[in-house]
């Protein structure tokens, strides 16, 4: 299995109003937890799952976020982006992608529960890997996770690795030191 470094966004796929953005609180560390926690839940998942469009998925979810606020609209950004852009900075993997589904995993990460019609396995894992992520902002609430069997079990682990990727700069490389320590890193 390819190591989680290919699903790292680079700087300039962030919008250059989101440049600002890539080290707040959405930013590189954060998205780079939600990659872990995405393969941690894949890993744990009892049902086969598209890895490839989930994890390109949680690497591009909040690349089109404008700032760390609402920001409503970052989701559908980050879709067209990988509709428009993605094959154009990653010719060789979009080959083999299914780049619908990783641009609608983008879109319906920030939509509420009650406004998807259509749930896929991927959404589920996504959501929960994004939700997980709400230790960094101290309100994660393990109920609201989707997969209850797995994701809620990952809650001390999710608090471990912000504090210590946070602890070493919070940069994708923070976290990827932190997580190589803590035994979730995938190389």
Known sequence: MPGLDQYIPERAWFDRQAQRAFTGTHGIGHITRVLVWSEQIAERFRAP???EELLWAAGLHDIKRWDDGIDRDHGARAAAWVRAEFASVRPEVAATLDLDL??????????SDHLIADW???LRVLKDADGLERVRIHDLDPRRLRLHDISP???PCA?????????????????RRAAEDMGLWVS
């Open 102 to 111: 990783v641009a609608t995993l983008c879109r319906d990460h920030q939509r």
């Open 120 to 122: 896929t396995d991927e």
């Open 153 to 155: 079990a990952l809650e």
């Open 159 to 175: 608090w471990d690795l912000m504090e210590r990727s946070v602890a070493l700069g919070n940069t994708a490389e923070a976290v």
């Open 49 to 51: 799952l598209r890895r």
